[in-house]
């Protein structure tokens, strides 16, 4: 459905719907085609683009987390190995099988990480996606050509899943979409509404667009913000205490020359205790992650200037030829809504796992978890809210509900020298992805920014035209955005 209809639907929808989803992404999203495909008549508001804040921002992995089998968390394990397989399953348009190469320097670490990632194979089940295996030196270097040779032993072999993780969530808008949901961003929840009894019963939301207020009714609140959900738990309750310990994960983006490879890179031991991927991705390499805790969480974080430092540094122990600064073509910033447990001295140490929060007024927090186990987290969160409502007990349908990439084939001329994007490509992500801004063309719809931020910069004005044509802007409202968009893409560069 086009914009302009969703609002429309909206205005001419005078009863209750029966489930509002304030946030879009990964949980909200899942949220939506889990309640719409059980039949529910579903509402998902976003105040900005969908995927805007950590959904687009992740290392690009579905995995059952390698790390967490050191801290013991065989649950988490387990539960992200089974959605893992699921997702291969249901959406193997977007899920890929990605080999992993673990680089070895002593005959322990050999054994050591071995032995680790047998384990992650018998929790794989029948769901496994291939098994892990002993590399010789020369095997691995094949692999790897451009890791440090010198005491290099070995290594092991393992296999998890890859996506683009933006490009995947407007693929679940749209399969919700298709079952009936109404998905609208740039709609900014700013209160909610109770009834007699004290329980939300619906919310108040501003279409940034057009600034067109509307207060809208619901049989259940379901608030799956992310990093902003404890803003949303006090429109219910003003005293609310947060829940959410935030922690920011950074990412350096590479020409693909520094694999050369189509495996990726695990080096399981940093200087603060965690593990570091290099992988490609969109013919080029991804680094990272980091792991930052902070006091405030923001719609475009910031990248430290010392974990760039972490990042190079630790990369560099791994290769050849030492990676600087001047290598880098962008890199982004996202923030992991962590829960809070006053026992845990760092965020690193914080569970991955989901947490789903009611409260007395009835509104339903869900927050937490991680990519890989989004559909999980949606279908917990549906049940509780059928729990809660008068809604009818329907069972979950997404266990086996595919869903495949509905965008066109591009096509046709690019839209500047150098920059692979057709007005095809564009024209299909206004009218079929939800697109609005040049921003989330180039950040979201095609990755361009989170690529190369120097070459999307070039690309902002092309694309600034195209949409001004589609969308029936002004001269105005070019300049505008390409302008807002150059100053942001500042933000992607060192």
């Not at 279908?379 to 008068?390: C, K, L, Q, R, Y």
Request: glycine fraction near 6%; include cysteine.
């Amino acid at each position: 459905m086009r914009r302009f209809q969703i609002i429309e639907r909206i205005r001419d929808h005078k009863k209750a719907w029966d489930v509002v989803i304030i946030g879009g992404g990964a949980t909200g999203a899942g949220c939506a085609l889990d309640a719409a495909s059980r039949g529910f008549e579903t509402l998902l508001l976003e105040r900005a683009d969908f995927g805007k804040g950590t959904s687009s921002r992740s290392t690009k992995l579905i995995h059952g987390g390698v790390r967490y089998l050191a801290q013991g968390n065989i649950s988490l394990v387990r539960e992200s190995l089974r959605e893992r397989g699921l997702l291969l399953e249901n959406a193997p348009d977007f899920v890929k099988k990605l080999e992993f190469t673990v680089p070895c320097y002593s005959r322990f670490e050999k054994f050591y990480y071995g032995i680790g990632l047998k384990l992650y194979d018998l929790l794989s089940g029948k769901l496994r996606f291939g098994r892990s295996r002993f590399l010789s030196k020369d095997e691995t270097l094949e692999r790897l050509p451009n890791i440090r040779s010198d005491g290099l032993t070995g290594g092991i072999s393992y296999f998890d899943g890859q996506f683009d993780d933006a490009n995947f969530l407007i693929e679940i808008l749209k399969s919700a979409s298709s079952n009936g949901a109404s998905c609208l961003n740039y709609a900014t929840v700013f209160d909610v509404s109770k009834d007699s009894n004290g329980n939300v019963n619906g919310v108040s939301f501003t279409d940034e667009e057009s600034g067109e207020l509307f207060e809208v009714r619901s049989q259940v609140v379901i608030n799956a913000a992310g990093a902003f959900c404890d803003s949303i738990r006090r429109f219910s309750n003003s005293y609310a205490k947060n829940i959410i310990a935030p922690s920011q994960g950074i990412h350096l983006v590479f020409d693909s020359s520094l694999l050369s490879s189509k495996t990726a890179l695990m080096i399981p031991k940093t200087t603060d205790g965690r593990v570091l991927f290099a992988i490609p991705f969109h013919n080029k390499t991804l680094v990272g992650t980091t792991d930052t805790a902070i006091e405030t969480v923001s719609e475009e974080p910031a990248a430290l200037e010392s974990e760039i430092d972490f990042i190079l540094q630790n990369a560099n122990s791994y290769f050849e030829k030492d990676l600087s600064r001047a290598d880098v073509l962008s890199f982004f910033a996202g923030i992991r809504p962590l829960v809070k447990n006053s026992a845990r001295s760092s965020t690193k140490q914080l569970s991955r796992d989901h947490t789903i929060e009611i409260d007395n007024s009835n509104l339903l927090t869900i927050t937490g978890g991680k990519w890989t186990t989004y559909r999980n987290m949606a279908e917990g969160a549906v049940d509780h809210a059928i729990e809660i409502s008068n809604l009818p007990a329907k069972a979950c349908r997404t266990k086996k509900l595919k869903i495949k990439d509905s965008r066109i084939e591009s096509s046709g001329e690019w839209i500047a020298p150098d920059i692979q994007i057709t007005k095809a490509e564009i024209v299909d992500a206004i009218e079929n992805g939800f697109a609005r801004t040049v921003e989330d063309i180039l950040s979201r719809r095609t990755r361009l920014l989170f690529l190369d931020a120097e070459r999307a910069v070039t690309a902002a004005k092309p694309v600034a035209l195209i949409m001004a044509e589609i969308l029936k802007r002004d001269a105005i409202w070019v300049e505008d955005q390409t302008s807002s968009f150059t100053d942001l893409a500042q933000s992607y560069k060192i």
